[in-house]
């Protein structure tokens, strides 16, 4: 059974940092691609960042390039996200999900079959 596990979110003063976990299980972690996406109140799904496990590859979107790093340690079967300098903007419900690295083409969600509960990030100002 394929799960991803998103912990790590918070209440956050704007400026400082999180670092958001996915633990995936129930497949093969190097074939796949990792994204973090989230959804903030009133507003629609929005891709992040996203990291192909096997080449190390990585994608932001603008809004948080410079600011967060994904990344994977192979051997936990894990992916980060680390949020620096923090804005309120950011206050969202991040999400993680995986889909075959040959299918995924980042910002677009279509090929990530799989996805988990979200975690929920709060920035105050």
């Known amino acids: 059974e394929v799960q991803l596990q998103a912990s790590g979110g918070g209440l956050v003063q704007a400026g400082g940092s999180l670092r958001l976990s996915c633990v995936v299980s129930g497949f093969t972690f190097d074939d796949y691609a990792i994204g973090w996406f989230r959804r903030a109140p009133g507003k629609e799904r929005e891709a992040v960042s996203c990291?192909?496990?096997?080449?190390?590859?990585?994608h932001y979107a603008d809004s948080v390039k410079g600011r967060f790093t994904i990344s994977s340690d192979n051997a936990k079967n894990t992916v980060y996200l680390q949020m620096n300098s923090l804005k309120p903007e950011d206050t969202a419900v991040y999400y993680c999900?995986?889909?075959?690295?040959?299918?995924?083409?980042?910002?677009?969600?279509?090929?990530?079959?799989?996805w988990g509960k979200g975690t929920l990030v709060t920035v105050s100002s």
């Open positions: 990291i192909s496990v096997g080449d190390g590859t990585t």
């Open positions: 999900a995986a889909g075959y690295s040959d299918y995924v083409i980042f910002p677009y969600p279509y090929a990530l079959d799989y």
